[in-house]
Nanobody
Framework: QVQLVESGGGLVQAGDSLRLSCTAS????????MGWFRQAPGKERNFVAS????????SYAESVTGRFTISKDNAKNTVALQMNSLKPRNTTVYYC??????????WGQGTQVTVSP
């Protein structure tokens, strides 16, 4: 069983950058995909970015392309989300997720990101 723990959330101003990190305990396999999602209160959870554990193949939501970058460190079992040029509308809870192929069966507890105007 893989457990995910996010860190790095916080309060920033519009235009600032923030780096989220997700540490996985347990073995991640080559066919796993790791991703970031976000969910505002009362709204559905939305995809942000993903990366294949065995390759550097990445995917992004259109709304974050060019501003957010997902990366991984296989040796440390971590996945990061670098968020640049943050906007107030990016305020929400961000979740790390992972699982075989695109089946996200592992989820972190979430980390709050708040962007002030």
């Amino acid at each position: 069983q893989v457990q995910l723990v996010e860190s790095g959330g916080g309060l920033v101003q519009a235009g600032d950058s923030l780096r989220l990190s997700c540490t996985a305990s347990g073995r991640l396999l080559g066919h796993h995909t790791m991703g970031w999602f976000r969910q505002a209160p009362g709204k559905e959870r939305n995809f942000v970015a993903s990366i294949r554990w065995s390759r550097n193949s990445t995917s992004y939501a259109e709304s974050v392309t060019g501003r957010f970058t997902i990366s991984k460190d296989n040796a440390k079992n971590t996945v990061a989300l670098q968020m640049n040029s943050l906007k107030p509308r990016n305020t929400t809870v961000y979740y790390c997720a992972g699982g075989p192929f695109d089946n996200y069966s592992y989820w972190g507890q979430g980390t709050q990101v708040t962007v002030s105007p």
